[in-house]
């Protein structure tokens, strides 16, 4: 059994004060619950504020991006080593929007990938295909492309903690979300490629994520499906009900 994660990106929302009021709201929602992981992943400026909110509770933190060098002249950038120090052992790499707007590239996925897996961080990398490439039935290709790059020169054994989400571009923050059939053969495509790199017994462990406006309406029909680990969710985690009630599906 796939313990599942429901990790919640936030982009670029919220402050400290309306991230402490985010956890004060949040975390009795979700006291006791441990069937699933919980990951809240807020902006930098507000990690130390989610760690504080959280200590002691069944929610973990992550990053929405890592650099893949330790320190230099990076401007703007956060290593693996900085998180880690604070506290936070998740982080979001490859997002569609750093793709999309940031130029995030499938060898810079890899490069942040392979720095976070040997830091020891658990990394949740996305991938997914963009409207026109599903509509010219690419998205075979285009998932097992992401994998591949994504996954270049990295063993099995130092990808042990590696989270996948699959992330179809054309669903984020768009209202239209995958069906649970949909979302389930391109999950099987991700772990059919996994398997091909890291071997079946990894691929059988491998959690792979669904993200694309997930909402409490659909989590369960879609969390229902044995293929599929989890949620990431972008909108409707910002607020504390709907993010709980997705939790609880
Ligand atoms: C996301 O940001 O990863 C995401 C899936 O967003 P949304 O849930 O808003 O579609």
Redesign the pocket.
């Known amino acids: 059994m796939r313990k599942k994660v429901i990790a919640a990106?936030w982009?670029m929302y919220k402050t400290p004060d309306q991230t402490r009021d985010f956890f004060r709201e949040f975390l009795p929602l979700v006291s006791g619950h441990d069937r699933d992981e919980i990951v809240v992943c807020p902006p930098y400026i507000d990690l130390a504020a989610a760690l504080d909110s959280a200590k002691g509770a069944n929610v973990a933190i992550g990053a929405q991006n890592v650099h893949w060098k330790e320190e230099g002249a990076f401007t703007g950038e956060i290593s693996p080593g900085m998180l880690l120090t604070l506290g936070v052992p998740y982080v979001i790499i490859g997002?569609s929007e750093r793709r999309q707007y940031f130029g995030e590239t499938d060898d810079t996925v890899n490069l942040r990938l392979k720095t976070a897996l040997e830091a020891g961080m658990t990394p949740i990398c996305c991938v997914g295909e963009v409207l026109e490439e599903r509509e010219a039935e690419l998205t075979e290709d285009v998932l097992r492309r992401q994998c591949v790059r994504a996954f270049h020169s990295i063993s099995a054994k130092k990808a042990a903690k590696l989270i996948i989400a699959y992330?179809p571009v054309w669903?984020?923050?768009t209202g239209k979300t995958a069906t649970p059939q949909l979302a389930s053969e391109a999950h099987l495509v991700i772990r059919e490629q996994a398997s091909e790199i890291f071997g079946k017994e990894f691929a059988d462990n491998l959690r792979i994520l669904y993200?694309?406006?997930?909402k409490p309406e659909n989590s369960k029909s879609l969390m229902s499906e044995e293929e599929i680990d989890g949620a990431?969710?972008?909108?409707?985690s910002l607020d504390p009900k709907s993010f709980a009630a997705i939790v609880k599906y």
């Open positions: 990106n982009k997002h992330e669903a984020i923050g993200g694309g406006s997930v990431l969710v972008g909108g409707a």
